[in-house]
Nanobody
Framework: QVQLVESGGGLVQPGGSLRLSCAAS????????IGWFRQAPGKEREGVSC????????YYSDSVKGRFTISRDNAKNTLYLQMNSLKPEDTAVYYC????????????????WGQGTQVTVSS
């Protein structure tokens, strides 16, 4: 059974930074495309970013492009989401999820999901 565990969330002031981690177990990250998603209260889930199996293709939503960076450390079997210049509208529960490919990640339900980590951007 694929397992994904997110960490690194917390409270940060507007303009600040956070780095989220997604630790994988019982599989290696290069077997799946991995996406970051978020869901704010009362809003639909949003696809934030995705990295392909090979790691060569990176995708970002327009709302985070230029501020967030997705990366992968194969030695640690961990995925990261570096979030800079955070805004109050970035407040949400952030999830990582695995599937066979990134295409359409903004509108598909991925196969395997972590439990989520809360990010709150507030002064």
């Amino acid at each position: 059974q694929v397992q994904l565990v997110e960490s690194g969330g917390g409270l940060v002031q507007p303009g600040g930074s956070l780095r989220l981690s997604c630790a994988a177990s019982r599989f290696t990250l290069d077997k799946y495309a991995i996406g970051w998603f978020r869901q704010a209260p009362g809003k639909e889930r949003e696809g934030v970013s995705c990295i392909s199996k090979s790691g060569a293709l990176l995708y970002y939503s327009d709302s985070v492009k230029g501020r967030f960076t997705i990366s992968r450390d194969n030695a640690k079997n961990t995925l990261y989401l570096q979030m800079n210049s955070l805004k109050p509208e970035d407040t949400a529960v952030y999830y990582c999820a695995a599937d066979d490919y990134c295409s359409g990640y903004g509108s598909r339900v991925f196969k395997y999901w972590g439990q989520g980590t809360q990010v709150t951007v507030s002064s």
